[in-house]
């Protein structure tokens, strides 16, 4: 069976989170963020973060994941991220 990741990409507050929702209720599946700075529980003014409902509506990894303080780096993420992705992959 064919893997498919769709990448929305684009400047903030465009419409990305909405777009995104869409479509994994579509396709049934969940969201995987790679936002650097949703990423961070401390920096949810001005990084137009997905609202608590948008958070109820469909799974969402990797926003509000970390404290701006927690030792993280972007191979950290890359880890992480290729995780979630093949847990995703293997419910399909």
């Known amino acids: ?16 989170t909405a777009l995104s929702i869409k479509l994994a209720q579509h396709f049934n599946t969940q969201i995987i963020s790679a936002d650097s700075r949703q990423f ?33 780096n972007v191979g950290a993420f890359e880890k992480d991220a290729l995780q979630t992705l093949e847990s995703l992959f293997k419910t399909k």
């Open 40 to 72: 961070f529980k401390e920096m949810s003014i001005g990084t137009a973060a997905p609202t608590q409902e948008d958070l109820k509506v469909v799974k969402h990894h990797f926003i509000n994941h970390k404290s701006i303080h927690d030792p993280y």
């Open 1 to 16: 069976m064919a893997k498919h990741l769709i990448s929305i990409v684009g400047p903030t507050a465009i419409g990305k």
